[in-house]
């Protein structure tokens, strides 16, 4: 078995580690007002590996037998925990699909490549045998991007590129580096700061994701604001196409028809298997810093986060929380001696803002980070909070800053945390224009509500803005409730698709970042249009007609 990190089969996350409310003494009061579960109830563990009935590898031994060769007997692996582990990502509908056992088709065999030659020799032999070929990053994917389709026949080989995991040179002069494609943000990051160098993508998922895999879904990190999404980092590509390789040289900027770049971009292994991305790199700086800040209410925030967008300020991060977010937050704060939020609320803050006049049911948290040299950081914080006084906010300084910065990676864990209770927390993410933002978070919040309405439960929907750009910004919504135990995925789809389909009837796109894969795929006519779905599917067909690369992912 190859030295490769994978996450837990059954969530999130390695074993070991998990989201725990215990130390936090709001959170079982908030849990069942918002969504009438009671978090001292014991939970029902349905995790039993040895339960699950795994179907047979269907790989022919002649195929086999000629993977084998290419990688070594350890690194061509037909266990069943590797192939459950490569069966699916990690959305709600995987883990609730395989705590039920609903494994319909596992992948046959998990490979690992050394090298990209080894890839070319695989990817030549799997289309060659009519083989499905699925990559495989780090599998924290949760659009579906990652599971063969039920019905299909062939073998099915996932390809995990995790031993590609070196950063394999530095431009210093021109601030470039070649990293390979299976290289985990942990990973990437650390060899970059041996160097004296980052990327600056750090992804909600960047504990378990790998560069392949950003480029791959069209990945965007909490400091795109300043660093920009993986689109605008990843400037050179390496993929591998049956008898052939594609190469695209990391050119600042170049005239050369429709972008072969950009049609790599997102393409969730459709177009071949990406093996090495050359990215912009940045000096580490200074001087990070993250600070924490409170608006009266939501329009206050967004109209603030606007005002940024178009100002001289550039931070790194523009977050701010709706109030069912920042109560969410609240509620989740650990006791615990010396300085934290939790003190700060309870030496009279919120007292001082109810009596000048303050809901403190509307207040928002917002989050705004910093880099650069010195002067830089003190300009920037200079701008930002003359623009966010106007809209009313208050500075509430490094702490809460310095918490989510330490926290900002566990978030997932609680969708873990809530299905072992019996429930189910997601997230559904868009972008739109800033002129239609406000009508778009209300239109979903009230599908949202029709949704729990609809199937009976009571529901909760948060939201926050994650990325701010010049025209318009992301929106980031949350959502759970408790779930019907007997079939909790047909209540969940009632839900998903009436925020889904909010954000397209209302200016926004299906996913700002999270791919498209196949839980998406259902609004990609009505994102792109008809004709620009035509255009997609063409792309694909055209280059793989058979479907052995990841078929039924974004078209359907």
């Known amino acids: 078995m190859p030295n490769v990190k994978h996450m837990k089969w059954w969530g999130w996350g390695v074993e070991g580690v998990g989201f725990h409310h ?47 060769d290419v990688v070594g007997a350890e690194n061509a692996v037909t266990e069943p925990m590797d192939r459950i ?23 046959d065999v998990v490979l690992y490549p050394a090298d990209e030659d080894e890839v070319r020799e695989i990817v030549d032999a799997a289309v060659e045998a009519d083989a ?127 972008s072969v770049r950009e049609m790599i971009l997102g393409s969730e292994g459709r177009l071949g298997v990406i093996t090495e991305v050359t990215v912009q790199v940045h000096r580490l700086p200074e001087e990070r810093l993250v ?9 206050a925030g967004l109209d603030a ?3 940024i967008s178009k100002s001289d300020a550039t931070p790194s991060i523009t977050r701010v929380s709706d109030s069912h977010e920042t109560g969410f937050s609240f509620a989740t704060r650990k006791k615990k001696p010396g300085f934290s939020l939790s003190s700060m609320i309870s030496k009279g803050l919120m007292s001082v803002l109810e009596k000048r006049g303050w809901d403190l049911d509307q207040v928002c948290l917002s989050f705004i980070g910093y880099e650069g040299s010195k002067e830089h950081v003190a300009r920037q914080k200079k701008l930002v909070k003359d623009i966010v006084s106007k809209h009313g906010a208050i500075v509430l300084g490094k702490g809460p800053g310095e918490l989510y910065d330490q926290k900002k990676f ?7 945390f809530l299905l072992d209770r019996g429930a189910a927390g997601d997230v559904s993410e868009t972008a739109a224009p800033w002129s239609q933002l406000k009508t778009l978070y209300y239109a979903v919040v009230a599908a949202a509500n029709s949704a729990f309405d609809e199937i009976g439960v009571k529901g ?15 929106l980031y919504f949350t959502f759970a409730f408790k779930f019907d135990k007997i079939d909790p995925l047909k209540q ?56 052995n690369f990841n078929p039924g992912k974004i078209t359907g």
Request: hydrophobic letters at 35%; glycine letters at 12%.
């Open 460 to 474: 909760w929907i948060m939201c926050h803005l994650s990325h701010s750009e010049h025209s318009g910004a992301c």
């Open 305 to 307: 986060m606007h005002a």
């Open 492 to 547: 969940y789809d009632v839900v998903k698709q009436a925020i889904q389909q909010a954000f397209v009837d209302n200016g926004g796109t299906l996913s700002h970042h999270h791919a498209v894969g196949v839980e998406h795929a259902p609004w990609l006519v009505e994102d792109l249009s008809p004709a620009g779905a035509e255009l997609m599917t063409g792309l694909f067909t055209s280059f793989d007609p058979k479907g």
């Open 85 to 107: 582990v490569h069966t699916y990502g990690k959305s709600l509908r995987d883990l609730v699909r395989l705590r039920n056992g609903d494994i319909p088709r596992v992948p």
């Open 410 to 416: 566990d978030t997932p864990y609680l969708r873990d």
């Open 291 to 299: 600070l924490g800040y409170l608006f009266p209410n939501w329009e």
């Open 132 to 258: 499905v070929l699925i990559p495989f990053g780090g599998g924290s994917n949760i659009a579906g991007s990652l599971e063969a389709p039920t019905g299909e026949t062939r073998p099915v080989i996932s390809l995990d590129l995790g031993r590609l995991n070196k950063v394999i040179d530095v431009d210093e002069t021109s601030g470039l580096a070649r990293i390979q494609a299976g290289t985990l943000g942990p990973d990437l990051e650390e060899q970059l700061g041996q160097r004296g160098w980052t990327l600056g993508h750090f992804p909600d998922s960047f504990t378990h994701s790998t560069l392949g895999g950003w480029v791959a879904t069209r990945s965007s990190g909490m400091q795109s604001d300043k660093y920009g999404d993986i689109a605008q980092i990843a400037r050179g590509l390496r993929v591998v196409q049956p008898g052939k390789l594609l190469v695209l040289r990391p050119l600042p900027g170049t005239s050369t028809g429709p």
């Open 22 to 68: 215990e130390d936090k003494p709001g959170m079982a009061p908030f849990v069942i007002k918002a969504v009438d579960l009671d978090l001292n109830e014991v939970p029902e563990l349905t995790v039993d590996f040895d339960g699950l009935d795994i179907p047979e590898s269907r790989i022919g031994a002649d195929l086999l037998a000629r993977l084998t």
